[in-house]
């Protein structure tokens, strides 16, 4: 993962380590809609990320509730379900409530108030053009996304972000785009209002993250969507017959053919998730026909499991009224700390009867 660009920190941002008093901290912050279950492409594109970083970094991590609605409004009868669902993925990957604060992003009313103030001066313009606004249109035709909730997403996730004014937003290399509507609202943001002669919310940079891409079941990128899914919670058994049928290098017809790993979705999985010895073999077997694709498919089966068990032993250690109790904590600091920036944001604003501290 890069290290981090080397910048100053406004006095507003410093944050020290645990263990040594003074050292900067720097903020970052990534959440995720509660689409239900996660899979694995999920844990290996953000949820591993996120484990390595609440070490080095101060970390804020949300389930965007609110998201959910902008193209689900019509049927929210399992937002609460998915919710619980994905806070058990986040603790089942290893995020620690000790180390980072995981919330509930409608638990935390101020990311609903900095929407609104940034909805007045952000562009109709700029949302039009967003790519996933006119791809997801098409994508899901099957919903009425004329709505204005749609269309302003970004805006959302722009307040999402700004409100913790985090540094770094650690994103995949197809995300960035994302990133970038959120500095220029920043920047807009911080051309109109000042405190003090300074800007109020600091344009974050992107921290880059390994994400490879896993292929699903039927070749394609792995995504609820597709149906093609892996997930973190299926047993064993499950896992080995989701492998059984998943899609291979279509030259391979015959046990007898000769076939391509770096043609194969089976011999992708094993570039992710197989050590070099056992990469070795495939790609020797499958160029000689030395070995099938059930003996392949079971040696990657064996390493999927390996990394799912101490997850799904972790997600069991869980009860329901943890979680909750985990993310009402987490809200609660997240609202303090959203809090602050709103003060910040209202007085820049002169939002304010007194015109000072944002009341
Ligand atoms: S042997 Fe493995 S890598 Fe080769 S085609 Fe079969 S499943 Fe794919």
């Known amino acids: 993962m890069p290290e981090p660009a080397n910048r100053s920190f406004h006095p507003s941002e410093q944050r020290t380590l645990a263990g040594g008093p003074g050292l900067l901290r720097p903020r970052v912050l990534s959440g995720m809609r509660p689409t239900g279950k996660l899979h694995l492409g999920n844990y290996m594109g953000a949820l591993a990320n ?34 619980l669902d994905v806070a058990l993925d986040f603790l089942a990957a290893g995020l620690d409530p000790a ?31 967003v790519p996933s606004y006119k791809d997801q249109q098409k994508n899901l035709a099957n919903k009425d996304l004329s709505n204005f909730g749609f269309l302003g997403y970004p805006v959302l996730m722009a307040s999402d972000i700004l409100i913790y004014q985090p540094q770094f937003v650690p994103v995949g290399n197809d995300q960035t785009a994302h990133v970038e509507l959120t500095r220029e609202v920043a920047r807009r943001f911080n051309q109109f209002y000042k405190l003090d002669g300074r800007e109020v919310l600091p344009e974050p940079q992107v921290l880059l993250t390994p994400s490879p891409q896993l292929p699903g079941t039927d070749g394609r990128k792995m995504s609820k969507s597709y149906g093609n899914t892996i997930l973190m919670t299926d047993p064993e058994p499950e896992v ?44 020797q077997g499958c160029r000689s026909a030395g070995i099938g694709c059930i003996e392949c498919k079971g040696w990657v089966a064996d390493n999927l499991v390996r990394v799912l068990q ?50």
Not at 101 to 116: P, Y
């Open 50 to 83: 996120w484990v390595k970083l609440q070490d080095k970094y101060e970390c804020y991590f949300f389930i965007a509730d609110w998201h959910a609605l902008t193209t689900d409004y019509a049927d929210t009868s399992q937002i609460a379900a998915n919710t």
């Open 99 to 129: 180390k980072s604060v995981i919330f509930l992003q409608s638990k935390v009313l101020q990311h609903a108030e900095l929407n609104l103030l940034l909805g007045m001066i952000t562009p109709v313009g700029w949302l039009e053009r």
């Open 240 to 283: 080995r017959q989701k492998l059984k049928t998943m899609v291979t290098d279509p030259a391979r017809v015959r046990r007898t053919d000769t076939g391509d790993p770096d043609k194969c979705p089976v011999g992708d999985l094993h570039k992710v998730f197989s050590p070099p010895e056992t990469m070795a073999k495939v790609q």
């Open 310 to 359: 101490p997850i799904q032993q972790r997600r069991a250690s869980f009860s329901e009224a943890q979680v909750k109790e985990i993310l009402e904590d987490g809200s609660s600091r997240a609202r303090d700390r959203a809090e602050e920036t709103m003060r910040q944001v209202r007085t820049a604003m002169r939002m304010t009867l007194s015109g000072e501290n944002g009341k």
